[in-house]
């Protein structure tokens, strides 16, 4: 760490500091750092965003700290409750990211009225929004609470100042690139004043016991802007994400210390503000194309509850020298390796093919359990051979070798494929040999690539 007055060059990707500039970063990153100077030396000997108090602790055996169980917030949206584990964790630090005009100030809103009328008093503070601004919004949404405070500032000393006196029960930052601290001298949202403002919001979050939410903006590149040390310091990182000319909207959380990373949460966009989404599946496939050439219904588990989907693919001639492989809602290393084993397993020469793969919805599922949908949707749209039957749901890993992988909850599928009016499901082998599910559905076992394949699709 430089000394304090000292000028030093901050990397903007992970906020790593050195005497000199670097053309690139220990992080990886390159033409990263900015020119900073830091302040003097700070009352207490402590940095902006640190504790100032004079007391040393003292180290705890493990045995004798008590183990406390705090009843979580409830913010009166149940899919932003799934996400966060069951609802905000006191004295949590949470930070919520998305591109602008996606619906972060909105949700936050409507869970700070709610909390407002359940739990106490709640301060707001906004350093991009005017107090008449988010009170247009609290209108339209149905924000409004006697307990909801709004707080027009960017100072950081004044914002703890004005916490210290109001002692609220909830806190709410928006955003955190727009707060600056009079002890540092560089710009508001510079890595230097996002760094320490974070820390200074962790100690009064941890301290205080107030749980505390952030906001803060992506770069074009869909990255959380600002230093990667924001991430690690917070207990959550939400993000949310949709296409702003659609009504639709995901939330998941990329790090989460109290609960698990793996639950999404669905809203639509309306005129009174972000609408639950219960039945996910559905929404999914409201616009399935219904078994026609290139369209699979595949299936993926998300947290603790499965979503159908449908993959669909485009193959086509390709007019230039070099094949286009682009791939919407999965990974695009993934597209190849599934192109290539579909080539040397399945016997159909895709190399001089344009390939287009899409997963409707805007949703980008993780894991591999859709590998088996999308090639049999590749494999369609190049021979132009539809599926055998509308009602059949595909899902499976495939193996370098063309082999067919087990996947996990495949009872929990079938069951929500039972629900959707499915009749069929193609899986592999080794999941139909342990199959111990009661749902009224045909089963149909696949060892390999080949032979789902002619399974699946019509002669």
Known sequence: MAKKGKTVFVCSQCGYESPKWLGQCICGAWNSFTEERLPEELPGGAAPGRARSGKKTKPSVIKEICSIERERLDTGISELNRVLGGGIVPGSLTLISGEPGIGKSTIILQAAAYIADHSGKVLYVSGEESPEQIKIRADRVGGLSDNLYVLGETELESIVETIDEFEPKFLIIDSIQTIYSSLLTQAAGSVSQVRACAAEFMRISKQVGIPTFVVAHVTKSGELAGPKIIEHLVDTVLNFSGERNHGFRIMRAYKNRFGNTSEIGAFEMTREGLKEIDDLSSSFLEEASGGSEGSVITAVYEGSRPLLLEVQALVNQSGVGFARRSAIGMDSNRLGMIIAVLEKKAHINLMASDIYVNVAGGIKPEGT??????????????????????????????????????????ERIAGE?????????????RNKDKWSSAEKIDILGAADLYEAVNLALQD
Do not use: H, N, V, W
């Not at 359990?369 to 590749?378: E, T, V």
């Open 369 to 410: 359990s859709m590998d088996l949908a999308a090639a049999i949707a590749i494999y369609s749209a190049a021979t132009g051979r539809p599926l055998r039957s509308s009602g059949m749901i595909i899902i499976g890993e495939i193996g370098l070798s063309g082999e067919l992988r087990a996947i996990g909850q495949p």
């Open 417 to 429: 494929a039972a629900r959707m009016g499915f009749g069929k499901i193609l899986l592999p082998k």
